[in-house]
């Protein structure tokens, strides 16, 4: 079929081009080109057809959706937002806030320990020591890419996950804070839970912490993720609880 101008395709064919173009692409320059292909671009069908293409969805998909082109976008820039989560990169992106005792250490999971973690591409924790260490980031949304219209109107979950776990010879007690920040750096929202104590010649199995912020108010821009702990008896050394495999993700997860 021979046409003339792009605009004469069916209406179909269009929709599959617009399927392999870039969604930043899309609402950014496609979309300002003519009604028609504006049209297009706010139709379900095409953000339904994107999410499908790039795996966010599976054919079954029966799971209700308020906003098609609003999953696209989140689903696109899910990850974690933490950088050097299971310290592959020793220290770097953490501030240490707090580095009491023999100071914040990198270990290696023993063999018996990769065994047991549930994921086993985590093969490194950061352990704290006998006075308390503290270690944090602060992640910057703009920059990872959740512009301000997108968590203030829509306001997605927000999950925060860390592993911890003591040593079965020595007591310790782990601690976790999170907060959502606003761009002046004011708490928008705070996850605190009480210090987890663990009594020496307990297990030294691993335990996950979870929280979602949802509902949360508008003009969140940052959020802090601080945690460490100590051993509770002053040990010296490397006693004190032991953490990695942390996270932040935003909106939903893969299917």
């Known amino acids: 079929?021979?046409?003339?101008?792009?605009?004469?395709?069916?209406?179909?064919?269009?929709?599959?081009?617009?399927?392999?173009?870039?969604?930043?692409h899309l609402l950014l320059h496609c979309r300002l080109v003519?009604?028609?292909?504006?049209?297009?671009?706010d139709l379900v069908t095409l953000w339904k057809r994107k999410c499908l293409r790039e795996g966010f969805i599976t054919e079954d998909w029966d799971q209700p959706v308020a906003?098609?082109?609003?999953?696209?976008?989140?689903?696109?820039?899910?990850?974690?937002l933490l950088h050097n989560p299971c310290a592959e990169e020793g220290f770097e992106f953490w501030s240490l806030d707090v580095n009491g005792g023999d100071e914040w250490k990198v270990e290696d999971l023993s063999r018996d320990q990769r065994k047991e973690f549930p994921n086993d591409q985590v093969k490194k924790y950061f352990v704290t020591s006998y006075y308390t260490c503290l270690k944090s980031q602060v992640v910057d949304l703009k920059a990872e890419g959740y512009w301000e219209e997108l968590m203030d109107t829509t306001r997605p979950d927000i999950k925060v996950k860390d592993w911890f776990a003591a040593r079965p010879d020595c007591g310790s007690k782990y601690q976790l804070c999170v907060q959502l920040l606003s761009s002046a750096h004011a708490p928008l929202g705070t996850f605190q839970p009480d210090p987890a104590t663990i009594q020496q010649k307990s297990d030294a199995?691993?335990?996950e912490v979870s929280h979602t912020f949802s509902n949360y108010p508008p003009g969140v821009r940052y959020i802090w993720f601080q945690h460490g702990g100590v051993d509770t008896h002053y040990w010296a050394g490397w006693y004190g609880p032991r953490v990695t495999n942390s996270s932040i993700t935003i909106g939903p997860s893969l299917p």
Request: glycine share 2%; with cysteine; proline share 4%.
């Open 34 to 41: 003519c009604s028609l292909w504006r049209d297009l671009i």
């Open 205 to 207: 199995k691993w335990r």
């Open 1 to 24: 079929m021979a046409v003339g101008n792009i605009n004469e395709l069916p209406e179909n064919i269009l929709l599959e081009l617009f399927t392999h173009v870039p969604a930043r």
């Open 67 to 80: 906003d098609w082109k609003i999953f696209y976008f989140l689903r696109s820039l899910h990850r974690n």
